[in-house]
C-alpha cells in the first residue's frame, strides 16, 4: 500500500502548522497521519487512493456515515444558498432547539454554541452563576474540551493544571476525583459539599477507552449534588444521540442531570455545540439573564438545518437499530477474538461504539454477562481488572496500540482510532460486509 502522498502533505504541513495538524489528536498516528481524500458511506479514501472501512467517522459526528441522504443535503443546500450567515435569529434554530427539547428528558431550554468545549466552559460558569459557588467536580480521566476548569489533574487535594498557559489559581476550584468511585464521591462532599458549585461528568467516560458507569454510581451523584445544592452537568458531547438514541444517554440511565451539553451529532457534521437543561437554570444567560454567552456563529443556519435534518432522519428511518446492531456485533466478534488470541485484553462500548483495550489483565476472558462490550458487572470473570476510569487505560499496552497494532489495520485497509483513547464510531453507512473484514483484520493485526 502505497502512501506517498500522505507522508508528503505531512511534510508540507510540518512547515506551517504545529505539528503538521489542526487537532493535536491527529498527530497521533504512527508515522505520520492518514490525509484524507473523501468519504464514502462507511469508507474514506486517503491522498493515495487507498480505500479504508472507517470507523473514525469524525470521532463521533458522523452517525449517518459519510454519505449525507437527500433531506439532509437538500436542506444543508438550501440554507447555503440562501445566505451563509446573519448574526441575527432564523426560524431553522427555533425549529431544531424545539425537536432536543422534545426528546431529551431533561432538556426545557437549549442554548446553541459552537463546539463541545465552548458548550463545557459555558455550563461551568452557568453552574457557579446560579449556585454563587466555585468549585467544579470532575472526573480523573475525563475530558471536556480544551478549557482551563477542566484541563486539571492530580487529585482533590492536589488539583494542578495539566497544560502550560493555565495558572495554578486556576485549577484549585477543580476537583479531580475518580470515576466510580461512589466512597470518592462522598469524601469530596463532606468536605467541600459548601463550596461545590456542580459535578461535571460525562455518562460514559469515552475518550479515555470508553469506561461505563457501574450500577448506582449516577444515581449517587444526582442524589449528593441534590443533597448539597448543587447541579450534575452531564457531558454528551460523545453520547448525545448516540447512546440512548434521541433520549441521550441520560435517557438510557433513568437520570435527569440539570445541565446537558451536546455537540457532535446534533450539528450533522458541521461545528456546533449547545447547554440544555432546566428552565430555571438556563434563563439565566443573557439576554434573559446575567451570565453572560454570546457567539457571532452561534446558531448558523447550515448547522442548524444539518443537526434538524440528521435528527429528523433518525427519528424516521432505522439507524439506531442498524447502528446498534453492527456495534453489538463487532463487540461479541472481538470479544471472541481476544479470548483466543489476547486473553488479557477488555471490550469495550455500547450501542454504536466500540473499542479494544490493550488491558494487562491476568484473569479469564469477559464472560457472558459483558460479552458485548465491558458492563462493570460483577458477575463477569473480568470483574476487577476490567478499567474502571479512564486512567485506568494509561496502563494498557498503549505502544503496542500506536507502533503495532493501528499501522497493522492500516494495511488492512481498516482506520480506527488514532490512539488508545480515543473511541471508535459505528455509522449508518456501514454494512454487515465491513464489520466482518474488520473482525478479519484485528485477527491478523493482533
Given amino acids: 500500500m502505497s502512501r506517498d502522498a500522505s507522508r508528503s502533505l505531512y511534510d508540507r504541513a510540518l512547515s506551517v502548522l504545529p505539528g503538521g495538524v489542526n487537532s493535536s489528536v491527529r498527530a497521533a498516528p504512527q508515522p505520520y497521519p492518514t490525509f484524507v481524500e473523501r468519504g464514502e458511506g462507511g469508507h474514506v479514501v486517503d491522498a493515495d487512493g487507498n480505500r479504508y472501512v472507517d470507523w473514525v467517522n469524525g470521532l463521533g459526528p458522523l452517525l449517518l456515515g459519510h454519505d449525507t441522504p437527500e433531506p439532509i443535503e437538500a436542506a444543508v443546500q438550501s440554507h447555503a444558498a440562501e445566505g451563509p450567515m446573519y448574526g441575527m435569529p432564523s426560524e431553522i434554530e427555533v425549529e431544531h432547539a424545539e425537536f432536543v427539547c422534545r426528546h431529551v428528558p431533561s432538556v426545557e431550554m437549549i442554548r446553541f454554541v459552537n463546539s463541545g468545549t465552548e458548550a463545557t466552559v459555558s455550563a461551568c460558569r452557568l453552574a457557579r452563576a446560579v449556585t454563587g459557588r466555585d468549585k467544579i467536580v470532575v472526573m480523573q480521566g475525563g475530558y471536556h474540551g480544551a478549557q482551563e476548569s477542566t484541563l486539571v489533574e492530580g487529585d482533590a487535594d492536589h488539583p494542578r493544571p495539566s497544560s502550560p498557559g493555565i495558572p495554578a489559581s486556576f485549577s484549585k476550584h477543580t476537583l479531580p476525583v475518580p470515576f466510580n468511585d461512589e466512597a470518592a464521591a462522598h469524601e469530596i462532599f463532606e468536605a467541600h459539599g459548601d463550596d461545590i458549585a456542580a459535578v461535571l461528568v460525562e455518562p460514559i467516560q469515552a475518550n479515555m477507552g470508553i469506561v461505563a458507569p457501574e450500577d448506582g454510581y449516577h444515581e449517587t451523584l444526582r442524589d449528593l449534588t441534590d443533597d448539597h445544592g448543587a447541579l450534575l452537568i452531564f457531558d454528551e458531547v460523545i453520547t448525545g444521540f448516540r447512546v440512548g438514541g434521541l433520549r441521550c444517554a441520560q435517557g438510557e440511565f433513568g ?45 448558523h443556519p447550515v448547522t442548524m438545518a444539518a443537526g434538524l435534518e440528521t435528527l429528523r432522519f433518525c427519528a424516521e428511518e432505522d439507524v439506531y437499530d442498524h447502528v446498534d446492531d453492527l456495534g453489538r456485533q463487532l463487540r461479541a466478534g472481538l470479544a471472541e477474538i481476544v479470548a483466543d488470541q489476547a486473553p488479557g485484553y477488555t471490550v469495550v462500548g455500547r450501542d454504536s461504539m466500540f473499542k479494544l483495550v490493550f488491558t494487562r489483565a491476568e484473569t479469564p476472558p469477559q464472560s457472558d454477562p459483558c460479552e458485548a462490550g465491558c458492563r462493570q458487572d460483577p458477575a463477569c470473570d473480568r470483574y476487577g481488572d476490567c478499567p474502571t476510569e479512564g486512567t485506568d487505560v494509561t496502563g494498557a499496552e498503549t505502544d503496542r496500540y500506536a507502533r503495532l497494532f ?41
Fill in 255 to 299: 437520570i435527569d442531570p440539570d445541565i446537558t451539553t451536546f455537540g457532535k451529532i446534533i450539528g450533522g457534521g458541521f461545528p456546533v455545540g449547545a447547554i440544555g437543561g432546566k428552565t430555571e437554570y438556563i434563563e439565566e444567560f443573557t439576554p434573559s439573564g446575567e451570565v453572560f454567552q454570546a457567539g457571532t456563529f452561534s446558531g
Fill in 406 to 446: 493501528r499501522p497493522g489495520l492500516l494495511e488492512e485497509g481498516v482506520l480506527v482510532s488514532q490512539n488508545q483513547f480515543e473511541s471508535n464510531f459505528v455509522s449508518y453507512g456501514h454494512t454487515e460486509e465491513d464489520v466482518e473484514r474488520t473482525l478479519e483484520a484485528y485477527k491478523r493485526a493482533l
